[in-house]
Nanobody, 120 residues
Framework: QVQLVESGGGLVQAGGSLRLSCAAS????????MNWYRQAPGKQRELVAT???????NYADSVKGRFTISRDNAKNTVYLQMSNLKPEDTAVYYC??????????????WGQGTQVTVSS
């Protein structure tokens, strides 16, 4: 079994910054892509950023130039540095990890979610 623990959410004023973290632990052989999603009230969950095991990144157009995804493979941790936050960034943010377990089965896990609220 694998556990994902998120941290770093909170309340921030528009223009401010936050850094989210998501640490994976458990029966992990290797981690492929690590992703951040978000879901605002009344909206569908959307992909915010992705980082591959090779370090390639991709971002939603709405966050390009403001958010940076990174990972520490030694710690099985993914980060999302969010800058110049806007009220429309308010949402619950979820990390998602695509990995191979120690039984060499491909598996997909979600974090518990962390609330980010940006006040105007």
């Amino acid at each position: 079994q694998v556990q994902l623990v998120e941290s770093g959410g909170g309340l921030v004023q528009a223009g401010g910054s936050l850094r989210l973290s998501c640490a994976a632990s458990g029966s992990i052989f290797s981690i492929n892509a690590m992703n951040w999603y978000r879901q605002a009230p009344g909206k569908q969950r959307e992909l915010v950023a992705t980082i591959t095991n090779g370090g390639s990144t991709n971002y939603a157009d709405s966050v390009k130039g403001r958010f940076t995804i990174s990972r520490d493979n030694a710690k099985n941790t993914v980060y999302l540095q969010m800058s110049n936050l806007k009220p429309e960034d308010t949402a619950v943010y979820y990390c998602n990890v695509d990995l191979y377990s120690t039984w060499f089965t491909p598996e997909d896990y979600w974090g518990q979610g962390t609330q980010v609220t940006v006040s105007s």
